[in-house]
């Protein structure tokens, strides 16, 4: 057999295609809450295989020995192939939606692979021996193709293989979208049934080219999701969600120099203690402890803005950053998130009040450790003063700095 055989080169690309498949496996490894996206693009590449497979199935295409193989009629093989590309692309779409981490409910993962996938086999069948079958098929491939690129066009920001999926999209919407409008425009005429169908070897390589640079993008950008999920983890406090000590003063200095680079806006500080927390701890024991630093690390989250930072520095002391925020609006807040306490339920688990003391800081330039280190210096001096009488907010003074 020779490579310009297609029967030869099918039975060389999909072991092939399974083995890339079986290599991005090996090559993640991450947590099992974020290897859904695996999962959806190696069921891709399987139906993928399969699509491929199809035109074997054919009678009349392998050799007499493995004659019994040939089961299914053209026709049908020219559905189950098209059918299973539309439904990998699909898989494929999912995947990459799981990587956004944006929750979707299951009926619009299902719609994403049903609807598409059942409107072009009804219009498939009724078209089967119309002039208009391959537009129609070119016309959902460019459907199917553009869904994909409106998923993958945000992960862009965040992954650098994103813009390598970009361009196979735009490539493939530009070739899809060609055929679709030459074949409405000037259609061919019906597709010959009479004998078996099989890939033409132009698109046989450019459907291998274009999945084979799609796994390879796709496994670059789960490295970059694995990479980051590592960074996030060195930099945050397992218990309450919050920012650690280590990632703070890096994350804060760098959000007030790309935002203080235009213009010059107030900023508050606020260093927060929970009261009593040492008598929590022994009275009621150290879970329970732990689970007042949780219910007061939500609260605060439930609260604050996209732009604020919110760290633990340390024990049950908090750090609280508010850019373009003065002293009166942060004070606001203080009051809000000590009302939302007082309005939490109480509970077996939780049996008594979250309060809290509070050192509070207002600047207009923060643009090295230094300035920040004397920012922090000043507020503990202030939320010493707030916890001589507890449950109280203190401004800095004068005399701080």
């Not at 099992?32 to 035109?55: E, F, K, M, N, Q």
């Not at 299973?84 to 981490?101: E, K, R, S, V, W």
């Not at 119309?130 to 998923?151: D, K, P």
């Not at 604020?308 to 009051?335: S, Y």
């Amino acid at each position: 057999m020779l490579l310009n055989d297609p029967v030869t080169l099918l039975l060389i690309i999909i072991p092939f295609g399974l083995m890339t498949t079986l290599m991005l496996c090996l090559s993640y490894v991450g947590s099992s809450g974020h290897r859904a996206p695996l999962h959806g693009w190696i069921a891709g590449d399987l139906v993928l295989a399969a699509y491929r497979a199809t035109d074997l199935l054919q009678p009349g295409v392998l050799p007499p020995a493995f004659g019994w193989l040939g089961i299914l009629q053209p026709e049908t093989a020219f559905i189950v192939s098209t059918s299973g590309l539309l439904l990998a692309i699909g898989c494929h779409t999912l995947a990459l939606h799981q990587l956004a981490d944006t929750p979707r409910p299951r009926r619009w993962q299902t719609g994403v692979l049903a609807i598409p996938l059942l409107i072009y086999g009804l219009g498939a069948g009724v078209l089967l021996h119309s002039a208009y079958l391959l537009a129609w098929f070119f016309l959902f491939c460019v459907i199917t193709i553009g869904l994909q690129c409106s998923v993958t066009w945000p992960l862009r920001k965040r992954f650098r293989g994103a813009w390598a999926l970009l361009a196979g999209h735009a490539a493939l919407l530009i070739f899809h979208g060609c055929n679709a409008l030459t074949s409405a425009i000037d259609p061919p005429g019906p597709v010959n049934f009479d004998e078996p169908d099989m890939f033409s070897l132009p698109a046989l390589a450019m459907d291998f080219m274009v999945s084979f640079l799609f796994t390879l993008s796709f496994a670059l950008m789960l490295q970059e999701q694995l990479r980051q999920q590592v960074v996030r983890l060195s930099i945050t406090d397992t218990l309450t969600g919050a920012l650690n000590r280590r990632g703070a003063v890096s994350t804060i200095l760098q959000q007030e120099r790309r935002q203080g680079a235009a213009q010059r806006y107030p900023l508050a500080v606020a260093m927060v203690d929970l009261d009593n927390f040492k008598r929590i701890n022994d009275q009621h024991g150290h879970a329970v402890g732990d689970l007042a630093l949780q219910v007061f690390a939500r609260t605060v989250t439930g609260l604050m803005r996209k732009d604020d930072v919110f760290v633990r520095w340390g024990g049950e002391e908090f750090l609280l950053v508010f850019p373009g925020t003065d002293v009166r609006q942060a004070q606001g807040f203080m009051k809000r998130l000590r009302d939302a306490l007082e309005q939490l339920p109480s509970s077996g688990d939780l049996p008594f009040r979250i309060g809290f003391s509070a050192g509070l800081v207002q600047t207009s330039s923060m643009d090295r450790r230094e300035d920040f280190e004397t920012l922090l210096r000043a507020v503990d001096k202030a939320l010493y003063r707030a916890k001589q009488v507890r449950g109280r907010v203190e401004v800095v003074e004068a005399m701080d700095l």
